[in-house]
């Protein structure tokens, strides 16, 4: 059977109990019962999100790709958790999760899934493709690797206004091997931008696996060719490790000790889009990480603290399920672009001198 590339635990050399029994869970946090309780939550919303886009894709109703993050909650929902109201996040197709985390109302982001004029994209985008700056939400870029850029744009545009703002990206394993994470990486480095980047391996780029993709032992060690400290690997589906890491990571950042970036380990538990059956996956892989589901393994830790038990689940479950229901509702009545406005926002008003010809294009109903 495949393996993760190393275990999720920190190295110990005491015999203090790290992990809790149940679940695996790290014990030693700064989060508190009731922050633990709404990082559960948020990991619910996040897979309750999940199932709705999947379950709209199969009616027709999403026409666009639907990216499912099944099995990488805890990796979303803990690290965004760590950033603060002014700090900027970019996420990726896999980080449904921190959008809404970071606060994009679940009605939007299903708004903007079934293209609808009152969503960030005004419908012009049927997917992940979106963002919303009065939360701090950069869009996914499809180009893989060109956020890490943006990010440092946005964080050091702000230090040079004297705001201690902090940016959170993530990036796939995959994706680590485009020659824009190289440059951008290093510029940040570099400049000692505030920013923080995390390498979601989730053992899986489309169909490649990861000994197709790298043939170091760990994605994070790409740190140490631009002299950036403390990249660490972790376990991604414990959700206080990750809330760990991010919160260190962000706070060396916003602190000037430059770039940070480490790796978290977890499972693309579908294929790379609703589309993609993922056949070329091996069997036991899959049992494997479905073994560690990241809420499952969370429920059980908070149930053995006594934090929570089965029926506070269920109604979680059942509350955050109505209100997506609710949501879904809403966007149903949100009428679709017109067709004849789909040029609107790609051109700029003034013809410049170089775009002569496209007369036709400037007609005044599309300005
Ligand atoms: C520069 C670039 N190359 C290729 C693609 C096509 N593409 C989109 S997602 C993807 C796989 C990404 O894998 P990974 O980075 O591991 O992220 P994951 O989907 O596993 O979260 C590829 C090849 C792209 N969007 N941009
Ligand atoms: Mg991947």
Same mark, same amino acid.
């Given at each position: 059977?495949?393996?993760?590339?190393t275990?999720?635990?920190?190295?110990?050399?005491? /015999?203090?109990?790290?992990?809790?029994?149940?679940?695996?869970?790290?014990?030693?946090?700064?989060?508190?019962?009731?922050?633990?309780?709404?990082?559960?939550?948020?990991?619910?919303?996040?897979?309750?999100?999940?199932?709705?886009i999947? !379950?709209?894709?199969?009616?027709?109703?999403?026409i666009?790709?639907?990216?499912?993050?099944? &099995?990488?909650?805890?990796?979303?929902?803990?690290?965004?958790?760590?950033?603060?109201k002014?700090?900027?996040?970019?996420?990726?197709?896999?980080?449904?999760?921190?959008?809404?985390?970071?606060?994009l109302?679940?009605?939007?982001f !299903?708004?903007?899934?079934?293209?609808?004029?009152n969503?960030?994209?005004? &419908?012009?985008?049927?997917n992940?493709?979106?963002?919303?700056?009065?939360?701090?939400?950069?869009?996914?870029?499809?180009?893989?690797g060109?956020?890490?850029?943006l990010?440092?744009?946005?964080?050091?545009?702000?230090?040079?206004?004297?705001?201690?703002?902090?940016a959170?990206?993530?990036?796939?394993?995959?994706?680590?091997?485009?020659?824009?994470?190289?440059?951008?990486?290093?510029?940040?480095?570099?400049?000692?931008?505030?920013?923080v980047?995390?390498?979601?391996?989730?053992?899986?780029?489309y169909?490649t696996?990861?000994?197709?993709q790298?043939?170091?032992?760990?994605?994070?060690?790409?740190?140490?060719?631009?002299?950036?400290?403390?990249?660490?690997t972790?376990?991604?589906?414990?959700?206080?490790?990750?809330?760990?890491?991010?919160?260190?990571?962000?706070?060396?950042a916003?602190?000037?000790?430059?770039?940070?970036?480490?790796?978290?380990?977890?499972?693309?538990?579908? &294929?790379?889009?609703?589309?993609?059956p993922?056949?070329?996956?091996p069997?036991?892989?899959?049992?494997?990480?479905?073994?560690?589901?990241?809420?499952?393994?969370?429920?059980a830790?908070?149930?053995?603290?006594?934090?929570?038990?089965d029926?506070?689940?269920?109604?979680?479950?059942?509350?955050?399920?109505?209100?997506?229901?609710?949501?879904?509702?809403w966007?149903?009545?949100?009428?679709?672009?017109?067709?004849?406005?789909v040029?609107?926002?790609?051109?700029?008003?003034?013809?410049h001198?170089?775009?002569?010809?496209?007369?036709?294009?400037?007609?005044?109903?599309? /300005?």
């Amino acid at each position: 059977m495949a393996k993760a590339k190393t275990a999720g635990k920190p190295a110990s050399g005491t /015999r203090k109990q790290t992990h809790s029994n149940a679940g695996e869970i790290l014990l030693e946090t700064r989060l508190t019962r009731e922050q633990q309780l709404e990082v559960f939550r948020w990991m619910v919303v996040n897979r309750e999100f999940d199932n709705k886009i999947s !379950l709209l894709y199969r009616r027709g109703l999403v026409i666009g790709a639907a990216f499912s993050s099944l &099995g990488q909650e805890a990796s979303s929902c803990a690290s965004c958790y760590a950033v603060g109201k002014d700090d900027i996040i970019a996420p990726m197709i896999r980080n449904a999760g921190a959008t809404l985390v970071k606060g994009l109302p679940p009605r939007d982001f !299903l708004a903007n899934y079934m293209y609808r004029t009152n969503s960030p994209t005004g &419908g012009r985008d049927g997917n992940t493709h979106m963002g919303d700056l009065r939360y701090g939400i950069i869009a996914p870029i499809s180009m893989l690797g060109c956020s890490i850029a943006l990010c440092s744009g946005f964080v050091l545009a702000a230090r040079m206004r004297g705001e201690k703002r902090v940016a959170l990206t993530w990036i796939g394993e995959g994706s680590t091997s485009t020659g824009e994470f190289h440059e951008d990486v290093n510029f940040a480095a570099v400049m000692k931008a505030p920013l923080v980047v995390i390498i979601e391996n989730n053992q899986y780029a489309y169909s490649t696996p990861v000994s197709g993709q790298c043939a170091a032992e760990r994605f994070a060690d790409k740190a140490i060719g631009y002299g950036i400290k403390h990249a660490v690997t972790i376990d991604g589906n414990d959700a206080n490790a990750v809330y760990e890491a991010t919160k260190t990571a962000v706070d060396r950042a916003r602190a000037g000790e430059g770039t940070q970036l480490f790796e978290v380990l977890t499972y693309r538990r579908k &294929g790379h889009a609703e589309h993609d059956p993922a056949k070329y996956v091996p069997k036991e892989l899959q049992e494997y990480w479905e073994g560690r589901d990241p809420l499952v393994r969370y429920g059980a830790y908070l149930k053995e603290l006594g934090y929570i038990d089965d029926d506070g689940i269920a109604e979680m479950t059942a509350k955050i399920r109505a209100d997506i229901e609710a949501a879904e509702e809403w966007v149903m009545q949100q009428p679709k672009p017109d067709p004849d406005t789909v040029l609107q926002g790609v051109y700029a008003p003034e013809r410049h001198p170089a775009h002569m010809d496209d007369a036709h294009l400037y007609e005044k109903k599309y /300005r």
